[in-house]
């Protein structure tokens, strides 16, 4: 069973606009929860992260949101750029001995000029 | 500047075959990862360490082993190489040196090892 779904496996947004990728999650002891960004025949580079313990966390043009009650998280890139066209995957874990990142199947992003 | 390395980057073997991946990090993190990555299922946890001696399974970890007999290495061996094993993996790393605990910090990954079992 998925513990972490990223439900739209693609997504298409003009330059300049909004680019909103969702994910949700099952495990209600994940606490905490991450963005990679992947380009092909690179491996997953670290884009942002999120506690449980705050609902927004924000760096330059790309925010997170977290909403613990509906387990759901998303991450807002504003304004998109063709740079960011990539796979981008959600990962969450915990602080509990045991747990390692889980990731999602990925969103492909693709951003036109 | 500390990385992590994977090697070799591509690998064609036979069927049956023992084959190892091999995982390399110089930031003295403790904790360390494997991933497959497939189309259709994003990136799955294989096996991961939080320290020397310890190795633990991950979501797919049949098939496969983990030995950590260092800080810098996590070596993933296929213990008789399967076609269903073609597959991208990843290794990974991350937490502050030295605490002996696992802390879910970014993790930072290596460049991937393409492998094809024919």
């Known amino acids: 069973d998925q513990q972490v779904k990223q439900n739209s496996p693609s997504l298409s947004v003009q330059e300049g606009r909004i680019s909103i990728l969702n994910c949700d999650y099952t495990?209600?002891?994940?606490?905490?929860f991450l963005w990679y960004k992947k380009y092909p025949a690179e491996g997953p580079t670290f884009l942002i992260s999120?506690?449980?313990?705050?609902d927004k966390n924000e760096d330059g043009r790309f925010t997170v949101f977290l909403n613990k009650s509906a387990k759901h998280l998303s991450l807002h890139i504003v304004p998109s750029q063709p740079g960011d066209s990539a796979v981008y995957f959600c990962?969450?874990?915990?602080?509990?001995?045991?747990?390692?990142?889980?990731f999602g199947k990925g969103t492909t992003l693709s951003v036109s000029s | 500047d500390a990385e992590i390395t994977q090697s070799p980057r591509h690998k064609i073997t036979e069927t049956g075959r023992q084959v190892t991946l091999a995982c390399h990090q110089t930031?003295?993190?403790?904790?360390m990862f494997w991933y497959r990555q497939d189309l259709g299922h994003g990136l799955r946890l294989i096996h991961y360490s939080y320290g020397v001696h310890d190795t633990n399974k991950g979501e797919v970890s049949d098939g496969y082993s983990v030995s950590r007999s260092n800080t810098e290495d996590l070596p993933l061996t296929l213990e008789s190489a399967a076609s269903s094993q073609t597959s991208v993996y990843f290794c990974a790393s991350s937490g502050p040196p030295g605490t002996g605990a696992p802390q879910n910090t970014e993790a930072f990954f290596g460049q991937g090892t393409r492998l094809t079992v024919v």
């Open positions: 495990n209600s002891m994940f606490d905490y």
């Open positions: 990962a969450a874990g915990g602080d509990q001995a045991g747990t390692a990142l889980i």
């Open positions: 930031w003295n993190h403790n904790n």
């Open positions: 999120i506690s449980s313990i705050k």
